[in-house]
C-alpha cells in the first residue's frame, strides 16, 4: 500500500530484487486484458528480441507504472480502438564489470490526445487538467505524479508524445542491471515471449481465471487459452 505521507514527503522507497521482465510485463497485461475487452479493444504487445530476461529492480513499483498508463490508455481510448504496448532495450557501457541496458516501455492509444502546452501538468502532484486542457475528458491526479516518482528513483525518465486527435504515447525507460541477458530469454523463456508478442484481445469475450497449481492467472479469449 503507498503512503501518502512517503510520497509527500519524498520518501518513497524501492525495494530493489531480481524480476523477469517478461513475467512482469506479462501480469499486466493479465490485469486489464479483460477490461480492454470489456469494451471491444484490442491489446497489442510487441517485445523486442533484444530485451534482457531478468533484471534488477522493484518489480512491484514498475508494473504499477505500466498499469497506471495501460488504465489510462484503456480509458480514454474509443470502444473498438487499438492499444500498443512496446518494450525496447538498449545495452549501456559496462559499470565495474556489471551489465546494464535501458529498457523502454511506451503504451499507445488512440484517445483524443493532449495539446502540448498542458503536457508538463500531467506529472505534477495533485494537478487535474479540464475537460478541455486535457482532451481525454478528465485528469489523472496523482497517478502520473506517482509514476514519475517511480520511474525517478531507478534513474529513468518518463514522458509523452500527443497531439490532439492524435492518440498518446506515455512511456518510461529505466537503466537496468541486467541478471540474465536475452539470449537466455529466448531460449528457457521462448514460450512466454512468443505468447506476449502476439497477445491481442479482439473481442469482450475475455475471463481472468486462476491457475491454483501455479498461483498464476491464465488468459481466456474466445475460449482459447493464451497464456500458460
Given at each position: 500500500?503507498?503512503?501518502?505521507?512517503?510520497?509527500?514527503?519524498?520518501?518513497?522507497?524501492?525495494?530493489?530484487?531480481?524480476?523477469?521482465?517478461?513475467?512482469?510485463?506479462?501480469?499486466?497485461?493479465?490485469?486489464?486484458?479483460?477490461?480492454?475487452?470489456?469494451?471491444?479493444?484490442?491489446?497489442?504487445?510487441?517485445?523486442?528480441?533484444?530485451?534482457?530476461?531478468?533484471?534488477?529492480?522493484?518489480?512491484?513499483?514498475?508494473?504499477?507504472?505500466?498499469?497506471?498508463?495501460?488504465?489510462?490508455?484503456?480509458?480514454?481510448?474509443?470502444?473498438?480502438?487499438?492499444?500498443?504496448?512496446?518494450?525496447?532495450?538498449?545495452?549501456?557501457?559496462?559499470?565495474?564489470?556489471?551489465?546494464?541496458?535501458?529498457?523502454?516501455?511506451?503504451?499507445?492509444?488512440?484517445?483524443?490526445?493532449?495539446?502540448?502546452?498542458?503536457?508538463?501538468?500531467?506529472?505534477?502532484n495533485f494537478v487535474q487538467l479540464n475537460a478541455d486542457q486535457l482532451q481525454r475528458g478528465q485528469g489523472s491526479g496523482l497517478?502520473?505524479?506517482?509514476?514519475?516518482?517511480?520511474?525517478?528513483l531507478h534513474d529513468g525518465t518518463v514522458g509523452l508524445r500527443s497531439q490532439p486527435g492524435q492518440g498518446s504515447e506515455f512511456?518510461?525507460?529505466?537503466?537496468?542491471?541486467?541478471?540474465?541477458?536475452?539470449?537466455?530469454?529466448?531460449?528457457?523463456?521462448?514460450?512466454?515471449?512468443?505468447?506476449?508478442?502476439?497477445?491481442?484481445?479482439?473481442?469482450?469475450?475475455?475471463?481472468?481465471?486462476?491457475?491454483?497449481?501455479?498461483?498464476?492467472?491464465?488468459?481466456?479469449?474466445?475460449?482459447?487459452?493464451?497464456?500458460?
Amino acid at each position: 500500500v503507498l503512503s501518502m505521507q512517503k510520497i509527500e514527503e519524498g520518501k518513497l522507497e524501492l525495494d530493489m530484487q531480481p524480476f523477469l521482465l517478461a513475467d512482469a510485463v506479462n501480469s499486466v497485461l493479465l490485469i486489464f486484458g479483460a477490461a480492454a475487452a470489456s469494451k471491444g479493444q484490442h491489446l497489442h504487445q510487441e517485445m523486442a528480441g533484444s530485451i534482457p530476461c531478468k533484471v534488477l529492480g522493484d518489480r512491484f513499483r514498475v508494473e504499477h507504472v505500466l498499469g497506471n498508463l495501460l488504465s489510462n490508455a484503456i480509458k480514454f481510448s474509443p470502444q473498438g480502438g487499438r492499444i500498443t504496448i512496446s518494450v525496447t532495450s538498449s545495452h549501456l557501457p559496462p559499470h565495474q564489470e556489471e551489465e546494464w541496458a535501458t529498457v523502454t516501455v511506451t503504451v499507445k492509444d488512440e484517445g483524443p490526445g493532449i495539446a502540448e502546452e498542458h503536457q508538463h501538468k500531467l506529472f505534477t502532484n495533485f494537478v487535474q487538467l479540464n475537460a478541455d486542457q486535457l482532451q481525454r475528458g478528465q485528469g489523472s491526479g496523482l497517478g502520473l505524479s506517482l509514476c514519475k516518482q517511480i520511474v525517478e528513483l531507478h534513474d529513468g525518465t518518463v514522458g509523452l508524445r500527443s497531439q490532439p486527435g492524435q492518440g498518446s504515447e506515455f512511456y518510461f525507460s529505466i537503466p537496468f542491471q541486467v541478471l540474465m541477458p536475452s539470449s537466455h530469454s529466448r531460449s528457457s523463456h521462448h514460450n512466454a515471449t512468443n505468447a506476449l508478442q502476439q497477445l491481442v484481445i479482439p473481442t469482450a469475450e475475455a475471463t481472468i481465471m486462476p491457475n491454483n497449481n501455479k498461483e498464476r492467472t491464465i488468459l481466456v479469449v474466445d475460449g482459447k487459452q493464451h497464456i500458460e
